[in-house]
């Protein structure tokens, strides 16, 4: 009997049966049983007593809590001492564990070492009600020659080398505060996957959130052969200040992004498996959503730039292309 444990969401449990040490009723929000071992002390489990399948999160003990009861069309219901349990997996069961981790439990940390990103059998992207999203979902933020197309569940976006700064990008409404918006990315691929060779130092992409009415910009971007910065932009063309830059990482894997706006503050997340987030430090990655721009962000998306520093020219390649996958807007 094993838990296997990809990341905080859902979990999938083999071959834990037990009985129930007392009986619960209808509208019981905990479960006794004789043996807890082998469940999750936190996290979503589910669980099948009768006919009845149960949604757990975490437990104490030998005591389950329950999150949902009569769950997936079953009927909540009153059960007895010595009643069988059982750990199940459930359609939903999947289905949630799917969405949740995105394809990376099923990446391999070896295959990164080399270069190459393992491929993820779940790229889609999606909205915060788990609708898919493709560009024709997004609305451009200063285009101009840049292209963007679905690809595999994600999006490719190709902008041509240019001498300056000029930030093109797709973005979306936002849900009402509290949300996050998550993507998985990469930046200068290896030959024979996704996206382009290694550009000039000026090159980046990743996260933005942008103020409809004032055109002002954030963005959480991974900058080839710098670091990870979070920036504010006047609009796409004019840089203004950073927040936070400077945050080396490992540019041969793929990269998770991640920015959260919890209603007072804009914060900056990065990961490399998509379950194990990193901000550094308090002061890092963060700023009150309307020291910038006056009301906070009401639209977020994703966008590439391949302009180079204080206007020099470009010194890429004549295309620059980036792989987005996994964007995922959720409403907390």
Not at 10 to 35: F, M
Not at 175 to 192: C, D
Not at 215 to 223: D, E, P, Q, V, W
């Amino acid at each position: 009997m094993t838990v296997t444990q990809y990341g905080h969401h859902e979990y999938l449990i083999n071959n834990w049966v037990d009985a129930l040490s007392a009986g619960i009723t209808a509208g019981s929000t905990s479960i006794s049983v004789n043996s807890a071992t082998g469940l999750p002390t936190i996290g979503y489990f589910r669980v099948k007593i009768g006919t009845e399948l149960i949604l757990c999160n975490g437990r104490s003990g030998t005591t389950l809590s329950v999150a949902a009861r009569g769950i997936e069309g079953t009927t909540a219901a009153a059960h007895s001492l010595d009643d069988p349990i059982s750990a199940m997996l459930t359609r939903d069961g999947l289905s949630q564990f799917l969405l949740d981790h995105r394809g990376t439990p099923f990446s391999l940390e070896s295959s990164w070492a080399d270069g190459h990103g393992p491929p993820a059998p779940l790229n889609r992207c999606l909205d915060d009600s788990n609708g898919v999203l493709t560009v024709s979902s997004f609305s451009w933020v200063n285009q101009g020659s840049a292209t963007a197309t679905d690809s595999n569940g994600g999006i490719v976006m190709t902008i041509p080398d240019e001498a300056n700064f000029n930030l093109r990008g797709l973005v979306l409404s936002a849900p009402p505060t509290p949300w996050q918006a998550t993507v998985r990315m990469r930046l200068g691929v290896a030959p024979g996957e996704k996206g382009s060779t290694p550009w000039n130092t000026s090159t980046h992409a990743g996260l933005w959130v942008r103020e409809s009415s004032t055109g002002k910009l954030t963005s959480l971007s991974a900058r080839h052969y710098q670091a990870l910065a979070m920036w504010n932009w006047t609009n796409p063309t004019t840089y203004s200040a950073a927040v936070d830059t400077n945050l080396q990482f490992d540019e041969a894997r793929w990269l998770w992004l991640r920015i959260e706006d919890d209603g007072t503050d804009l914060k900056g997340f990065f990961s490399y498996d998509g379950s194990n987030w990193t901000q550094d430090g308090s002061a890092w990655w963060q700023q009150s959503r309307t020291a910038f721009m006056a009301s906070g962000p009401n639209q977020v998306g994703i966008y590439l730039n391949s302009g180079a520093n204080s206007g020099s020219s470009g010194t890429g390649p004549a295309v620059c292309t980036v792989s987005f996958e996994n964007f995922r807007l959720e409403a907390q």
